[in-house]
């Protein structure tokens, strides 16, 4: 793919630029922590940040939205909600936040897309950033398959120290980049930087899954009725903090909301949990998942085998938000690797 | 693109009160247009202001561009619905889902078996094999109520007769009921099928399924000749809300209407 060079000192220059046609969301430190939000110049961005709190679904899929509008009474009628999304920038995405935006358009734009998620995120532009080293001891990304990217953005930076090698990703970004940005040709010397980089960046990453992943859906099926769920459901809160952080996560709740007058009102989606009781319920009361460990387990199948299974890629990428937000320190790698372990030691 | 969340407005033509709790909700879309449903799909049902709700239709694509939906007064919108006139209009997407196999069972018996509500989608198959009656070979229909005034669709129970044998029982009989009583696989005893041509299908309660599929097996009917329709909160009815998942499928893409041996070894599914 054709590379280009953005020295560090341009990069300013190239935000900015960006800012007078783009919304540029990046990451932003925010009381110790980083979040994506929207920057008003490349100085509120800290491009060397581990991970966010919450992955950049929100501006796609975001946490509340209106599908429709209608009117009650003598003259029903209703109208869908389409608005036109302003153009952003999704700047500094790590490949996991990539993974999973992929994830989610095999989920809204595949067989029957969803019109709003469509709109959103054609005029979302993404400039990837790598990551050359773990964000914590959270992060298993190696193990999910995440930890390098094949397309999936329209620029993809890597850090080679005084500059960032720019990867164009798509016709968008390489009209971008001519547009905004002050870049130059790779001498031999960066090439030969951006593979120390490459070589480096593998060094740092370990794998801590103790299988293969694509055995992960039939390990976690045979594991349908192990007592270990029991036990890591009676650990759970069943909060659905894992769920709300989750980069993966887009199951919706629908409901209709009222103004005052009783005349008007709006269908409103907003994100759901699968951990929560009432996902399954049905009207009259009967819940189909009304145990914690039923939910649990869901919530682990759904990501390690129902998705997998349906979209031809593991549901999860590995970035580590579900167990950092976890009360309990419910951590994907500890449980594959148990039920694994324990499967091991009953085949033996 | 097609905005999928956007209901057609459909017009109340006409409601009747089947039981305490069930009305017969008769519907056209707004132009006339047609629903184009098979047997055995749903439609999601909204009353603005209220919310929406999956519901299957009970009528068949045979009988014109008016359709008809049976609800139980059991949730928010139902109860919403069943305070609805002539005249007011509901919202209606879909419609969703796969259906009763039409197809596959072309040719063969069937044998219906249906637990209270469950009486509705497989009317819409029943008045279909009606109106297709040569497609189709014997035709049994055993239908179990709680009681008898909770039997629904009573005035039709004589021209389901009229294509094979129908066959109806109560959990429990009240001073009128002179038929019989006990729990639908009661009357499973009464019905002699060839399993090498029987398509048997069943609707109802999740608890009926386990009894029912038993006395199923019994006759000799093989897995992949049996369906069950099966009940969740379909509530985007496009596969991506999350609420009607059984294990890896998606009840509202998938199903409601699933072979057996393709649910079988699934633990959410009966």
């Known amino acids: ?348 | 693109m097609d905005l999928i969340y956007r209901p057609r407005l459909a017009q109340i033509l006409e409601v009747k009160e089947l039981t305490e709790r069930e009305k017969l909700f008769t519907l056209r879309l707004e132009g006339g247009e047609v629903l184009g449903h098979q047997p055995g799909q749903f439609v999601e049902v909204s009353v603005f202001g209220v919310g929406e709700c999956p519901i299957s239709i009970c009528s068949s694509p045979t009988r014109g561009p008016e359709f008809q939906m049976c609800v139980r007064a059991v949730g928010n919108v139902t109860n919403a619905l069943h305070r609805l006139r002539p005249g007011d209009y509901v919202g209606i997407r879909g419609p969703y889902g796969r259906g009763f196999p039409l197809q596959e069972s072309k040719g063969q018996d069937l044998l219906i078996a249906a637990g209270g509500l469950g009486i509705a989608p497989l009317r819409s198959f029943i008045h279909y094999i009606m109106d297709n009656r040569s497609d189709y070979g014997e035709v049994t229909i055993l239908y179990g109520a709680r009681e008898p005034k909770e039997i629904l669709f009573k005035d039709e129970i004589s021209l389901m007769q009229g294509i094979g044998r129908c066959l109806l029982t109560v959990d429990r009989g009240d001073e009128t009921w002179e038929g019989h009583v006990g729990v639908i696989t009661t009357l499973c005893p009464m019905v002699t099928v060839d399993p090498s041509r029987t398509i048997a299908i069943t609707v109802g309660p999740p608890i009926m399924y386990r009894f029912i599929l038993q006395e199923f097996f019994k006759m000799g009917i093989p897995e992949e000749r049996i369906y069950v329709d099966l009940e969740r909160h379909m509530k985007c009815g496009v596969g991506k809300c999350g609420h009607c998942q059984i294990n890896g499928f998606y009840v509202c893409r998938e199903g409601p209407v699933f072979k057996y041996s393709e649910i079988k070894d699934l633990p959410e599914a009966i």
């Open chain 1, 1 to 348: 793919m054709p590379l280009k060079i953005l020295p560090k000192e341009s990069v300013p220059l190239f935000v900015d630029n960006l800012l007078r046609d783009y919304e540029v969301i990046g990451p932003l430190r925010k009381d110790g922590f980083y979040v994506f939000g929207s920057v008003r110049s490349f100085s509120d961005m800290e491009l060397d940040y581990p991970i966010t709190i919450y992955p950049a679904k929100k501006f796609f899929l975001p946490p509340r939205e209106s599908l429709l509008r209608f009117k009650t009474g003598e003259k029903v009628s209703v109208e869908p909600v389409v608005e036109e999304p302003q153009p952003k920038v999704l700047f500094g995405l790590h490949p996991c936040d990539l993974h999973s935006t992929w994830l989610l358009d095999a989920a809204f734009l595949q067989e029957t897309p969803d019109a709003s998620y469509e709109a959103r995120r054609r005029h979302t532009v993404f400039v990837g950033l790598d990551c050359l080293k773990p964000c914590d001891e959270y992060a298993f990304c190696k193990d999910m398959g995440t930890l390098y990217v094949n397309g999936g953005y329209d620029l993809f930076l890597t850090d080679i120290g005084d500059a960032y090698a720019v990867d164009i990703g798509s016709k968008r970004g390489e009209e971008m980049l001519e547009r905004y940005a002050d870049t130059r040709e790779p001498t031999p010397s960066e090439l030969k930087r951006l593979e120390a980089a490459h070589k480096e960046k593998e060094e740092n990453f370990s794998n801590r899954l103790k299988f293969d992943i694509h055995n992960l859906p039939a390990i976690l099926w045979n594991s349908y009725d192990s007592p270990y769920w029991e036990e890591l459901a009676q650990k759970c809160l069943g909060c659905g903090s894992c769920t709300l952080v989750c980069s993966t996560c887009y199951c919706f709740d629908v409901f209709d909301k009222v103004e005052l007058n009783l005349q008007k009102g709006e269908r409103i989606r907003v994100w759901d949990s699968c951990l929560l009781e009432e996902f399954a319920k049905v009207a009259g009361g009967l819940n189909f998942r009304p145990s914690r460990v039923e939910r649990l387990r869901h919530r682990f199948f759904r990501k390690g085998k129902y998705l997998t299974e349906r979209f031809g890629k593991v549901g999860c990428v590995g970035c580590g938000r579900c167990t950092r937000n976890c009360l309990v320190h419910i951590n994907p790698i500890e449980v594959y690797n148990h039920i694994y372990e324990e499967q091991q030691k009953s085949a033996a």
